[in-house]
């Protein structure tokens, strides 16, 4: 059956649903995708004929630019079930909004802000039944746009296709966070595309994640690649760092992810009169504020991650432990945030946007 929607996206129902094969308590985070998936394609400079489809595999050119240029951008969204079954979205044009950021970047046209809400809200309401009410269940969203134009030419696609999926989340995770601090390798450099949630940033860093994770680290946190002096951010997460009450955190630029999750403690910080400086931070100094005893919290900032608090960090061989406390300013923070994101108390930002 085919349906049109008010900004003409086409609906192409699925037959049955998957949705009793999956076993919503033992969730891994990014293995299991909905029914349906949003696709648009560009082509001679326009997006047209945005389509809701049953989930399933694409047929790509093995030629297409993505392929050998990497010229791919992503983002990382979620949607929240209440108590009543209404379904909530964060801030989500400060994601559309930085899906653009990000294609600008890479080369990439802008997508249009009718189709990006027509499409996802559309999805959300068909696959509703995927989006689990309570704490800690959601819905990861994953909008992302390939290159699709087949040929090696070292140049920019002439076309596109803009797809968004749906994953069943629950914690990205589940236990205490271990960091590395990244003393050869980088991840962005001045005027390079860290800022953009490019494909290839993640790709970039799995080799030093691994060598971190075989010492028993989860993430690297990345520091900047002039010195190896500076703290800046890590793989999956922007980083905090509380020195007695005072949050620390390195300031956007173009080697720094502008987080939403960030921005929104960043926020809540403020509000709370909790001193923040977004400043160069240098690594002698957090490993100093560990040794006096006044290095309080290390904790990351992702839409994936939540807020993470991180255990223990590795600096030169040397491990530091974070004190162990749930009276933190990150318990804090990541329950008033999921609080808002659950629609369970007001929401004096502005910051839930109803799916209706
Ligand atoms: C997100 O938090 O959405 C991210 O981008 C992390 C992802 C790479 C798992």
Not at 63 to 89: N, P, R, S
Not at 264 to 289: C, P, Q
Request: proline share 4%; aromatic share 12%.
């Amino acid at each position: 059956m085919n349906l049109k929607t008010q900004a003409s996206v086409t609906v192409n129902k699925i037959e049955t649903s998957r949705i009793n094969e999956v076993d919503f308590n033992n969730l891994s985070f990014g293995d299991e995708f909905t029914d349906y998936m949003f696709e648009c394609d560009y082509r001679a400079g326009t997006w047209s004929n945005p389509t809701i489809k049953p989930f399933g595999p694409l047929s790509i050119s093995p030629a297409a630019k993505v392929f050998h240029y990497g010229q791919a951008v992503f983002e990382g969204m979620k949607a929240y079930k209440d108590v009543d079954g209404k379904i909530w979205l964060f801030r989500p044009e400060d994601n559309f909004n930085r899906i653009n950021h990000s294609s600008k970047r890479l080369a990439i046209p802008a997508f249009p802000k009718n189709f990006f809400f027509e499409g996802l809200e559309t999805m959300l309401k068909l696959d509703s039944d995927w989006i689990k009410p309570g704490m800690g269940n959601s819905l990861y969203i994953r909008p992302f746009v390939i290159a699709t134009q087949c040929g090696v030419s070292a140049s920019p696609s002439d076309e596109y296709k803009f797809m968004i999926l749906f994953s069943p989340a629950q914690a990205y995770y589940t236990g205490d966070v271990k960091v590395v601090i990244a003393e050869h390798f980088s991840r962005s450099a001045d005027g390079g595309v860290g800022a953009a949630k490019a494909a290839g940033n993640y790709a970039a860093q799995f080799y030093p994640t691994n060598l971190a994770k075989e010492k028993g680290f989860h993430q690297v946190i990345w520091t900047d690649s002039n010195e190896h002096n500076y703290l800046e951010e890590a793989g999956t997460m922007n980083v905090f760092f509380r020195v007695n009450d005072t949050l620390l955190t390195a300031p956007i630029s173009d080697r720094i992810l502008d987080g939403i999750t960030r921005r929104s403690v960043i926020a809540l910080a403020k509000r709370d009169g909790i001193k923040v400086e977004e400043r160069r931070v240098s690594i002698s100094e957090i490993t100093e504020a560990s040794i006096n005893g006044t290095l309080k919290e290390i904790f990351g900032t992702g839409t994936a991650a939540v807020i993470s608090p991180v255990s223990d960090f590795s600096y030169k061989e040397q491990v530091y432990h974070l004190p162990k406390s749930t009276e933190g300013f990150a318990t804090r923070f990541k329950k008033e945030l999921t609080e808002i994101q659950y629609n369970q108390i007001e929401d004096t930002f502005g910051w839930r946007y109803l799916v209706e």
